[in-house]
Each structure stands twice: as structure tokens, then as C-alpha cells.
């Protein structure tokens, strides 16, 4: 069976499918199959009160298992690796926040805190006394962080299909310099397309390929973000960058510098599927790979001034410390 990679946008909305996103690499380019003319459709989001209920979860991400494994049947596809954006599990409670959130927050990328499981405790009680004071369930406290405890579920409920990596569709746009509008302002998820299409060759714009609206349910920003799910989900490790501690405390990004964009795919032209290296010499463009805020016009021209003074994907605060960690950090981006 051929190899397929799953991207999943964790979007719990009271009766919306879940977005889930299908690819294989043929021929160089990340093709999503059209899952929404199969005649199958993904579990509908219990909205976030429901998120307490583990019986309703479980049931979630069972069904969100069953799904999976029934396109997969369909299609005639082996699931390999699967992109999830959740995370994987509570913080641990000896931490203040988790190693990936902090290393996003030193690269400058807003995400929200995972709580403990002890604080998830806290925050059911919290829910229930205000359910119970007749507070609206639109203004439950924490609803930004509720929709985790589904994330923990088919997390667990996946892994038993095929390994599963916690990625942040957000970061993966970041890393391919278009991540600095948000996708509900006009035209941000087709800039973002564009973007990541410059490495995936989809979509090409032919007249027989399907389109972003044809690939899963939910807002196109929703399939966005499991497209871009899958696309990480597809890369072996040496082409994913971690923030945060590997095996269990990671977000993963693509290195863009291993998939270094070439030019747009021709009809005589395939271009490889992961080019090992760019060209040598102080000629390509390159966002930083430490915080995804510097376009590094003439790579590495300019990386110890930048590396020193000016990346908040650091964490020392002396300038040849810093140049140092940058240079460790991301050894594979220089030349050899």
C-alpha cells in the first residue's frame, strides 16, 4: 500500500467536522486527496463543556481513529506519520510552562500554556461552578485551553495507528516567511499556500487538480492548517526542526533549509523531493531559522549581527554566547 501522511487542525466547534487532511508525495509534489468527495465524513466538535466529559472525548477520538482508518481503506493508503495541532499531553507539573511553548515564546510566536493535569482539575471546578451559576457556556473560563484534553485523546487514540508528531500550523508558516498575517484577514491563507507551495508543488493551478475546498471539512483556514499539519507529518526527522526537547516535549517545524525552495514545477520539470543542500556560496535567501523574523537576503551574510543582537530564538543574553548557540543550534544551515 502506498505510504500517506495525516495532517489534523484540532477545531472542536459545537457540529463542525473535524478538518483532516490526506497526503502522498508523488512525483515531487504533496498531493491532499479529495476526501470530501468520498462520501465519508469525519466526527463533529462537541464544543469545549464537552471537552470535560471523558467518556465523550473518548468516544471522539475513536471516532476520529475510525475515520481515519476508513479513508485510508478506501484510498488504498498506508498511514505513516501523522501531524497533530494539540499537544500531545498536560505539562508537567514541575515545569512553569512546557520546553516547546517556551522555545516558541523565545522565537517570538504566541501560543497558548498547556496546564497540568493538577490544573486541569482546578479548571473543571472552575467550569462547573459556573455552569452552575447559570454563566453562559460561550463565556466558560479557559475555553483557549479546554480543547486540550480532546488533543490528548486522539493523540493516545492515533499513536496505535502510526506515530504521531505534535506540530503548530502557525510556526510551519513562520518558518516559510508567511506567517505574519493572520489567516482571517483577506487573502492571508492563499499567501500562505503560496508560500509552503514553493516546497509541497501544491496546488499547481491546473484545471484537474483538486483545491483546498475539496481536501476536508471546515474553514479554509482549518484546512489550511491540516494541510500544513500533513506537510510536516510527511518530512523524515533530518528535515524537521524541533522547538523544544525531543522525544515528547516538542513542537515540529519544517527545516526550511533542507527543503530549499527551486523554482515552480514545469510540465517537463520535477524537482527533487528534498534537495540535501542549497547552493554554496552567499546566495540564498533564507528566514531565520531561530525566530522567522530576519530574511537573510544572501545567506549567511549578516547572521553573527543578527544571531548576536537582534534573534529572539535564543535564550543567552551575551553576544558571543548567542552567536555560538545560533551557530550549534543550526549547524546544517551553514555551509560546509
Request: proline fraction near 9%.
Amino acid at each position: 500500500m502506498q505510504p500517506c501522511y495525516i495532517g489534523i487542525d484540532l477545531a472542536i466547534a459545537k457540529h463542525k467536522h473535524l478538518p483532516v487532511v490526506v497526503c502522498t508525495w508523488e512525483q515531487g509534489r504533496l498531493i491532499p486527496q479529495p476526501l470530501r468527495r468520498l462520501g465519508l465524513t469525519p466526527p463533529q466538535g462537541m464544543g469545549n463543556v464537552a471537552s470535560l466529559d471523558r467518556e465523550t472525548v473518548h468516544r471522539f477520538a475513536h471516532d476520529t481513529m475510525t475515520y481515519v482508518v476508513a479513508v485510508c481503506n478506501r484510498l488504498g493508503l498506508h498511514p505513516t506519520r501523522i501531524g497533530i495541532d494539540a499537544p500531545s499531553a498536560p505539562r508537567n507539573s514541575e515545569l512553569s510552562r512546557r520546553a516547546a511553548e517556551s522555545a516558541l515564546d523565545r522565537a517570538g510566536i504566541s501560543c497558548f500554556a498547556t496546564p497540568s493535569t493538577r490544573e486541569f482539575a482546578v479548571i473543571d471546578a472552575k467550569v462547573t461552578q459556573h455552569l452552575a451559576g447559570g454563566g453562559a457556556e460561550a463565556h466558560i473560563p479557559h475555553s483557549n485551553q479546554l480543547w486540550m484534553l480532546v488533543g490528548f485523546a486522539v493523540f493516545n487514540e492515533l499513536s496505535r495507528l502510526a506515530p504521531c508528531l505534535e506540530v503548530f500550523p502557525q510556526a510551519t508558516a513562520r518558518a516559510v516567511g508567511s506567517g505574519q498575517a493572520h489567516k482571517s484577514q483577506p487573502g492571508a491563507v492563499q499567501a500562505q499556500l503560496r508560500a509552503v507551495a514553493c516546497y509541497t508543488n501544491w496546488p499547481l493551478g491546473r484545471i484537474e487538480e483538486c483545491g483546498l475546498e475539496d481536501i476536508a471539512w471546515g474553514a479554509s483556514h482549518d484546512r489550511l492548517d491540516a494541510y500544513l499539519s500533513a506537510w510536516v507529518a510527511s518530512m523524515d526527522e533530518p528535515d524537521r526542526m524541533a522547538y523544544g526537547r525531543p522525544p515528547d516535549d516538542v513542537i515540529w517545524v519544517p527545516k526550511i533549509l533542507r527543503l530549499h525552495a527551486l523554482p515552480s514545477l514545469n510540465e517537463t520539470s520535477v524537482r527533487p523531493r528534498h534537495p540535501s543542500r542549497p547552493p554554496s556560496g552567499p546566495s540564498v535567501s533564507l528566514p531565520c531559522p531561530g525566530c522567522g523574523q530576519k530574511e537573510f537576503k544572501r545567506w549567511p551574510w549578516g547572521w553573527d549581527a543578527h544571531a548576536a543582537h537582534r534573534c529572539q530564538g535564543l535564550s543567552a543574553t551575551d553576544p558571543e554566547e548567542r552567536k555560538r548557540e545560533f551557530r550549534l543550534r543550526f549547524a546544517d544551515y551553514f555551509p560546509q
